[in-house]
């Protein structure tokens, strides 16, 4: 039991100071940099399928922007089934800039439903005299301040990046959202450190697809969206094709936020297990080393911690209580983040077993012939 409580403080002390930082969530797109001599123009592509909750007030953020040059909206409707085209026509008829409503075409063969939406908007850019030297990438269920655009555009120009994202503000309202929400947070930046992300030098690569500014011509020479057309996880694929021909950079907002709620267990499962085994790339192999590497790292602390004590191994009880110790001050900042009390920490096992719950359903999901299912579509295995 020692052995199994010193293994996992190795871990989370490699953790913490040789995985780029990951658990400071101080990457913020609110950090100021300076603006650039001219503002390039943007054109706002947001595909939207069954969106008629969300897509007024996130369409309208987008419109409101205050950017100081040209900018231009453009919504994909993926063949919505409620009153999301009929929204969006209305605001197009009061639009302080211009918006246009795209009719989606039937998804093809070999194409998930996203990539697919955001192709069709990118071809009706090139049908229009805009020619933006920026496409801005925001998802139907995503709200804006009016500063982002600037703030997003002014990074790309300063520090010459081909693509700058930024993860939304995730609704953590209840409480199964409070608990798994953070973590979530938590988890993606563990497996992409948005510095490592930032550094030329690395492969790590990663995107928020809810907010994604990049350069059109980048986006061209990686081969379009065609490039994405089976992708399930298709912001970090992006993110990885764009990388390959010039910096990018992740980072956290606090003003950009997701209006989309979660009711219940139920909801944030569904997400989850959605894209866990396609993280995995559908392997079984890959799928026992992370209930493994879960287990080892954040069950295994506070049960040797409590076991050790209990049994009077002094040892186990104090390497387990480490680990605890570390594990919990490494997600009190994205628990700040989220205006959770940095003691929630302590709760990070009970939230990590339901994501190793989460991990294997989506596997039996897949093996069952599920796939990936998002508004009624079932995205076949892509690469």
Not at 124 to 141: G, I, K, Q
Not at 163 to 175: K, Q
Request: charged letters at 15%.
């Amino acid at each position: 039991m020692a052995l199994i409580a010193g293994l996992a403080c190795a871990v989370w002390l490699w953790l913490v100071f040789l995985r780029g930082g990951f658990w400071r969530a101080d990457l913020r797109i609110e950090t100021p940099c300076p603006p650039p001599a001219a503002w390039p123009g943007v054109v706002a592509v947001i595909p939207a399928r069954n969106e008629a909750d969300t897509i007024a007030r996130a369409v309208s953020s987008i419109l409101a922007q205050d950017y100081p040059g040209s900018l231009a909206a453009i919504v994909v409707d993926d063949r919505s089934e409620d009153a999301t085209a009929a929204i969006v026509a209305a605001l197009a008829a009061d639009a302080p800039r211009p918006l246009v409503l795209v009719a989606g075409r039937p998804l093809p063969e070999g194409w998930t439903g996203k990539p697919w939406a955001l192709a069709q908007g990118v071809a009706r850019v090139a049908e229009t005299e805009e020619n933006p030297r920026y496409l801005w990438f925001s998802d139907a269920d995503i709200a804006h301040d009016p500063g982002v655009l600037a703030r997003l555009v002014a990074r790309a120009e300063a520090e010459g990046r081909a693509l700058v994202s930024v993860m939304a503000l995730l609704d953590c309202e209840g409480f199964w959202a409070r608990l798994l929400i953070p973590a979530f947070v938590f988890f993606f930046q563990k497996l992409y450190p948005f510095r490592w992300v930032a550094a030329p030098a690395r492969k790590t690569a990663a995107a928020a697809g809810g907010c994604v500014l990049l350069l059109a011509e980048a986006l061209a020479r990686a081969g379009g969206i065609a490039a994405l057309r089976d992708a399930v996880i298709d912001d970090c694929a992006l993110a990885a094709r764009i990388k390959l021909r010039g910096p990018i950079w992740l980072g956290l907002a606090t003003t950009t936020r997701s209006l989309r709620g979660y009711a219940g267990l139920g909801a944030i499962w569904d997400m989850v297990a959605r894209s866990a085994f396609t993280q995995l790339r559908y392997s079984a192999l890959a799928l026992a080393f992370t209930v493994f590497a879960m287990a080892l790292v954040y069950l295994a602390p506070p049960a040797t911690a409590v076991l050790g004590a209990v049994s009077g191994d002094l040892p186990a009880a104090a390497l387990g209580l480490a680990a605890w110790g570390l594990m919990a001050m490494a997600y009190a900042p994205t628990l700040a983040l989220y205006g959770r009390p940095a003691a929630a920490g302590l709760l990070l096992p009970v939230a990590a077993a339901f994501y190793v719950a989460m991990t294997v359903s989506s596997a039996l999901r897949y093996w069952r012939g599920a796939g990936a299912r998002w508004k009624g579509r079932v995205a076949a295995p892509g690469r």
